[in-house]
Structure formats: C-alpha cells, structure tokens
C-alpha cells in the first residue's frame, strides 16, 4: 500500500531545525558608509523589516571609518529605499526604520574602537529583559581589511555568554587558490564554519533557488537532464554598462573573477550537481562540492576573452580614466568547462560575462541533442532557457505543427514568465532573502570554505595567464561598446556544438 503523501509541495527536509534568531538581536553593518551597503545591505534589511521578518525590537548598528552624525548616517542609510509614489506607509517605516539604527565610526585595525564599539552593543543590550544576546555581523567591507576587522570583532565585540554570533562576509574571496586559501585560514582561526556566512548574492536570487525544485521535483525534465539528451549548455551574463569611473577596482579583479568564478559557477553547480539526500545545508552542498570536484582547470583554447572599445558615442574601457593605460584587463570572457562524471561527460559549459553588451540579461540557455533524422530535416533543437533577470521566466523551445491544411513544423515556446503568471507575487530581492537565511541559522544558500577551495582551483591556472604570471599575458579582442561581444564569440560557441536558431 502506498505510504501517503505530505502536504503537496512542502519540503521537510528544509524545514530542519536551525537556530532561528527572533528576539534580542544587534545586526552590526561594518563598512556602513559605502556603497554595497547604502545600495543593497540596508535596502535589503528595511525589505525585511517592512515585512516583519527582523527579530522583534531589532536594532541596527552602522559602522565604518566615516566621521558622521547619527542624522548622517539615516540619510545615507536610507537613500536607495525605493518610495517611488511618495507612500506615507512606506515614509513612516522609513522613519522608523531610521528609530532604531544608530552608528558608531572607527578605525578597522585599531582594538580600541572595536573596544567602544562593544560599549555601544552592551548599552543597547542593557535594556533586554532577558540575559540572551545575539550579534551579526555583516561585512560589507573591502577584502584587505576582512582580517583585522575578523579578529577584533572576535576579540572585543563576541557574546560570550547565552547568545549567538554570526558574521556575513561577502566576496571577493581572494584572488586565487593561494591568496583565498590564505583569507579562508585566518578567518577560521576566529570564527568556526558554522558562525561564518560566505554570501554569493546569486544564490538568493529566486530563480537559482528554484533550480533546485524545477530539477528534482519534476520527473519530465529529471529524465533528460544528462549527456544522452543534451547538446550543450550556455549560463550567460550581460551588462549594457561600462566600468563608469569604476575602472580601477575592476581591472584589479577582471571579468572572470567578478562573475565567472562566482555567481556564474554557483549556477553550474546547482545545475549539475545530482540529487541530495535531503534540502538540508550541508547535503546540498556536499553535492555541490562532490560535481565542483570533476572539474579540471580550465583550458586555454576553452577560452575567449575580449575588451569593449569606443562605439555608439560611448568611451572605450580605456578611456576611462581610473584605467591602467594599455591595460589588458578582460571585460569580456566566455570559458568552456567540462565536468567529468557519468551525467555529463562530454557536455560542453560555456559560461560568458561582459560588459557594455547590447543588453542586461542573466540566463541558462540548455540546447537539447538534434531529433533522429529520417523524418525531419534541418528542424530545430528544443531548448529550456531559464531567465535569471531581469523578467524571471522558464521557457521551452518546442517544435510543432503549423496550424492549417500544410502539414509543416515550425519552432514555439512553452512560457513561464513570472510577472504574467504569479501576477500578485513579490519577487525578494537577493539580499533580503540570504540575510533572512543568516538570522534563520541556514547555510544553504552561503558558500562552504571547500566549495570555495574547489572553485578556485579550476579557476586560478586561467587567471595566472591573464595576470602574466605565466609569460606574457595574452591580449582581449576588441568589440564596440552596446554590441553582443567580440565577433569570433558565435566560432567559439560553435564549436562545441551549438547551434543558433534564428530568434535567439
């Protein structure tokens, strides 16, 4: 007889018990007067807020280097909360929200600021009714000071009794195997794996959490998910927008370590990897690891690597002035892997970021293998495409028959769009959803030190040859800014296999 079914679509497995933080709480945002935290870190917590998902009687604690008044800081703190009607909801939870945070500034390195910091924390915590104390800490920091501020929140701002402390950090996680190795080892001489929230903001993105379900609840698409049934697979990254004066920061880092590395390998991880025991943390990311591990360093013939020049009135990449003269930092990469397991041996990963394309788009474009021939001729290949952003969709590229007397195929789509679907749905935004999973105790959605070790590894052998470490480092193709990137990208693509059908 069969057992009977739960509750349709729940998930037990990720309703495992966690330390979930509802009372008594302090979330300390470090590097509070900068960008990442003005633009998404404090946005994202009045998005909480607002829907009554922070611990009751939270309290907010900006700090940074930054000389500035508590009237300052709201306004800073505040200014990319969207209120685009002038709402008199949403100006009184801003002004609340703006009740209950406070800022301190001081040094990252110096001990004692930390020391005047933990007096601020213990003056708001005086006045709990009960002796629990939780602390998080979000790091909305450079790289370079991750360490000292580690150590001193460890030293001299750390809930030794009946509390819970967590720290948020976010990447870049070093700059290869050896330096993220280095920063992975002096982090975890303060803080142990279960305290420590390594945040890749694509995992918080909705449609990446619904890989997972799309892949495993569904017996359709579960049974041609392997090598037998596809061709080749595309995870695509656009930016329509140049370094805009960024142009420093970004040609220490590259194209490659900003998205490639990151976000686009997290994707790839979640679309390979093979069924979990459970939706619990830790055998998601098991499985995660266990698919990392299959694949080799990249290759240099699996590589493209191009550089956007003045076009359509716009400045090249080296006109920006915070650029290295004759740089040859890549704004665009494109990067083959292959992952050598049973499923998919043999299945090419193309994985592509640029800037200043034609569009903004994120998404994974899986082409399906040719239909026996015989029947057809030159029909086109199905194709799943799940539309990361913007406008989150799910769409199948099907052949069928023309409507009418002609018996003739012709390609269409099965389409998912969420805004046309779930008309009366809220899509969080990514920050709200793995800051809400930080205060739950889940780590699900957070990188585990070996992920980021294997990650690395595939990685670094690619990044030496670009930097010039080994020789002289190669030179990108150049493509005109706003156009779909360097011209020899539709050879490149091609030769693992796929094929572009007219509307794609």
Same mark, same amino acid.
């Given at each position: 007889?069969?057992?009977?079914?739960?509750?349709?679509?729940?998930?037990?497995?990720?309703?495992?018990?966690?330390?979930?933080?509802?009372?008594?709480?302090?979330?300390?945002?470090?590097?509070? =007067?900068?960008?990442?935290? &003005?633009?998404?870190?404090?946005?994202?917590?009045?998005?909480?807020?607002?829907?009554?998902?922070?611990?009751?009687?939270?309290?907010?604690?900006?700090?940074?280097?930054?000389?500035?008044?508590?009237?300052?800081?709201?306004?800073?703190?505040?200014?990319?909360?969207?209120?685009?009607?002038?709402?008199?909801?949403?100006?009184?939870?801003?002004?609340?929200?703006?009740?209950?945070?406070?800022?301190?500034?001081? =040094?990252?390195?110096?001990?004692?600021?930390?020391?005047?910091?933990? &007096?601020?924390?213990?003056?708001?915590?005086?006045?709990?009714? =009960?002796?629990?104390?939780?602390?998080?800490?979000?790091?909305?920091?450079?790289?370079?000071?991750?360490?000292?501020?580690?150590?001193?929140?460890?030293?001299?701002?750390?809930?030794?009794?009946?509390?819970?402390?967590?720290?948020?950090?976010?990447?870049?996680?070093?700059?290869?195997?050896?330096?993220?190795?280095?920063?992975?080892?002096?982090?975890?001489?303060?803080?142990?794996?279960?305290?420590?929230?390594?945040?890749?903001?694509?995992?918080?993105?909705?449609?990446?959490?619904?890989?997972?379900?799309?892949?495993?609840?569904?017996?359709?698409?579960?049974?041609?998910?392997?090598?037998?049934?596809?061709?080749?697979?595309?995870?695509?990254?656009?930016?329509?927008?140049?370094?805009?004066?960024?142009?420093?920061?970004?040609?220490?880092?590259?194209?490659?370590?900003?998205?490639?590395?990151?976000?686009?390998?997290?994707?790839?991880?979640?679309?390979?990897?093979?069924?979990?025991?459970?939706?619990?943390?830790?055998?998601?990311?098991?499985?995660?690891?266990?698919?990392?591990?299959?694949?080799?360093?990249?290759?240099?013939?699996?590589?493209?690597?191009?550089?956007?020049?003045?076009?359509?009135?716009?400045?090249?990449?080296?006109?920006?002035?915070?650029?290295?003269?004759?740089?040859?930092?890549?704004?665009?990469?494109?990067?083959?892997?292959?992952?050598?397991?049973?499923?998919?041996?043999?299945?090419?990963?193309?994985?592509?970021?640029?800037?200043?394309?034609?569009?903004?788009?994120?998404?994974?474009?899986?082409?399906?293998?040719?239909?026996?021939?015989?029947?057809?001729?030159?029909?086109?290949?199905?194709?799943?495409?799940?539309?990361?952003?913007?406008?989150?969709?799910?769409?199948?590229?099907?052949?069928?028959?023309?409507?009418?007397?002609?018996?003739?195929?012709?390609?269409?789509?099965?389409?998912?769009?969420?805004?046309?679907?779930?008309?009366?749905?809220?899509?969080?935004?990514?920050?709200?959803?793995?800051?809400?999973?930080?205060?739950?105790?889940?780590?699900?959605?957070?990188?585990?030190?070996?992920?980021?070790?294997?990650?690395?590894?595939?990685?670094?052998?690619?990044?030496?040859?670009?930097?010039?470490?080994?020789?002289?480092?190669?030179?990108?193709?150049?493509?005109?800014?706003?156009?779909?990137?360097?011209?020899?990208?539709?050879?490149?693509?091609?030769?693992?296999?796929?094929?572009?059908? =007219?509307?794609?």
């Amino acid at each position: 007889m069969p057992r009977e079914r739960s509750l349709s679509g729940t998930i037990p497995s990720m309703e495992t018990s966690h330390e979930d933080l509802k009372d008594n709480t302090i979330i300390i945002v470090l590097g509070a =007067s900068g960008d990442l935290a &003005k633009k998404k870190t404090l946005p994202a917590l009045f998005g909480l807020y607002r829907q009554k998902y922070l611990p009751r009687d939270v309290k907010i604690v900006g700090y940074a280097r930054t000389k500035m008044d508590r009237e300052e800081f709201h306004k800073r703190a505040t200014s990319y909360i969207k209120n685009p009607d002038n709402s008199a909801e949403i100006s009184n939870d801003i002004e609340a929200f703006k009740q209950l945070s406070t800022y301190i500034s001081g =040094s990252y390195e110096d001990g004692a600021a930390f020391d005047e910091l933990n &007096k601020h924390l213990e003056e708001i915590e005086s006045h709990y009714q =009960s002796k629990e104390c939780n602390r998080i800490f979000y790091l909305a920091l450079p790289p370079s000071v991750f360490v000292p501020v580690a150590k001193n929140l460890k030293e001299r701002c750390y809930v030794t009794k009946g509390g819970v402390n967590r720290i948020i950090v976010e990447k870049p996680f070093g700059k290869d195997l050896e330096s993220a190795r280095e920063l992975l080892s002096s982090l975890k001489q303060h803080w142990t794996e279960d305290e420590t929230f390594r945040i890749d903001h694509y995992l918080g993105k909705e449609m990446v959490k619904n890989l997972l379900v799309l892949r495993f609840a569904n017996i359709a698409l579960g049974a041609a998910w392997d090598k037998n049934s596809i061709s080749n697979v595309q995870i695509t990254f656009k930016e329509p927008f140049g370094t805009e004066g960024r142009g420093g920061y970004f040609d220490e880092f590259g194209m490659i370590r900003d998205v490639l590395q990151n976000h686009l390998l997290q994707v790839l991880s979640i679309l390979t990897m093979e069924r979990p025991v459970s939706f619990s943390a830790e055998d998601i990311r098991d499985e995660k690891v266990k698919v990392l591990r299959s694949i080799p360093p990249i290759e240099r013939e699996d590589t493209l690597l191009g550089q956007y020049v003045a076009a359509n009135g716009k400045p090249g990449y080296l006109d920006d002035d915070t650029v290295p003269h004759n740089s040859v930092c890549p704004t665009f990469a494109a990067t083959t892997l292959w992952i050598h397991n049973p499923r998919w041996e043999g299945v090419p990963f193309i994985l592509k970021a640029g800037k200043a394309l034609n569009e903004a788009k994120v998404e994974v474009r899986i082409q399906f293998k040719d239909v026996t021939q015989g029947i057809f001729k030159d029909i086109a290949r199905n194709e799943l495409v799940i539309r990361i952003q913007p406008a989150e969709a799910v769409y199948l590229k099907l052949n069928t028959k023309t409507p009418g007397l002609h018996t003739r195929a012709i390609p269409t789509e099965m389409d998912l769009t969420y805004k046309r679907r779930f008309t009366d749905s809220k899509i969080p935004e990514a920050y709200e959803a793995l800051i809400l999973d930080a205060l739950k105790g889940d780590h699900s959605n957070f990188v585990r030190h070996d992920e980021l070790d294997v990650a690395w590894k595939i990685f670094t052998p690619i990044l030496h040859w670009i930097d010039g470490l080994n020789g002289p480092p190669p030179k990108p193709l150049a493509y005109p800014y706003g156009s779909r990137g360097p011209k020899e990208l539709d050879a490149f693509v091609g030769k693992y296999g796929y094929r572009r059908s =007219s509307d794609t």
